[in-house]
């Protein structure tokens, strides 16, 4: 799997969790029955005001053999959290300012700094503004999942068939999300996650919050990533910049973020629709996905280009006048064609 790749999962894991993964949703544009709207409303205090242990279980079915990871959940008033996973041994731990990832694998431990005071609180009324004009949202009361009584809340895109649909079942009393199922633009279930337990009242030792660095490991702290103006991000790529003219309906531009190494340029941008993520990435040379990943042969305009399916996310990659470029998204193959067909130069690009 490529670099880019695994950037992108990155972010969209980044956006999903702000938006559904800590429950913040808020009240619907929908008529439904007033116990789901007022619950729909309280959805979000849960990262703040509740503490719990559980259990969780996450299957991916974008596989040819599902995989199924199994993982432990301590979360504290005030947002502290910690996950332990089963098999990999990885860690993830959140204090009051810090996000630390342990990968035993690596020997490395991968550290980056929260967002200030209501920095998140931001990003969610942010990211929930742009979801509910995105999609059609309906409700429902639910079966029980872990023992707790739910309720149902299904997100459809309003341009149907063009994206995922994700279900998420909420506990009536807590607002806290038991279980969520993300469908492909297809319907077909792509990725399962639900507690197998939970325990309002769990004994928490404070110590659970810290991550000891054990020795022979590496400490990587991940920078904070700026976002710049077209202008900035050509001067500083020294890459013709491209943006695309037509976007599916709901996504907006987020953020231009560029970069120039020693032997390597780039241009990422990213949209996003509230819950879906798109990136495109403009490179001074291109990194092909691998076999693995079943490269198609199709056109981009009178361009060959190369369509991978990488799970819920496609992607796309041809060769432009002067740069590499690869469209990452959760989107139908229709709809992605599209957005590459309608890429363009912003202006003239700098000299590299």
Known sequence: MSKATHRYRALRCGIFTLVLGTGLLGAPHSSEGADGKELLTRIGVTATETNYRGRQMVI??????????????????????????????????????????????????????????????????????????????????????????????????????????????????????????????????FWLSVFEDIDYRPTVNPASFTMPIPSGVRVVEAGEEKCYTPAEAQEIAGLPLVLPRYLPGGFVQKCIRARRLRDYREVKVLYSDGLSLLTLFESSRFRPFGAAAGGLSVQVGERPASLYRLGLVSALSWESPGSYLTILGELSRDELLKVAESVEPVGEGPRP
Do not use: C, M
Request: aromatic fraction near 10%.
């Open 60 to 189: 991916d079915f974008s596989r040819l053999t599902p995989q199924v990871t199994r993982l432990t959940v301590v979360h504290q008033l005030g947002g502290k959290e910690r996950r332990e996973y089963q098999g990999s041994r990885s860690i993830v731990v959140i204090d009051d300012n810090y996000f630390y990832q342990f990968h035993p694998a690596k020997n490395l431990v991968v550290k980056r700094k929260l967002p200030g005071e209501g920095g998140y609180d931001s990003l969610r009324r942010e990211s929930l503004k742009q979801t509910l004009l995105s999609y059609d949202l309906e409700s429902s009361p639910a079966e029980a999942v872990a023992g707790r009584r739910t309720h149902l809340y299904a997100f459809h895109p309003k341009q149907k068939g063009s994206r995922p649909v994700r279900k998420v079942w909420v506990d009536v009393e807590t607002g806290l999300i038991l279980k969520t199922e993300i469908y492909s633009p297809d319907e077909k279930l």
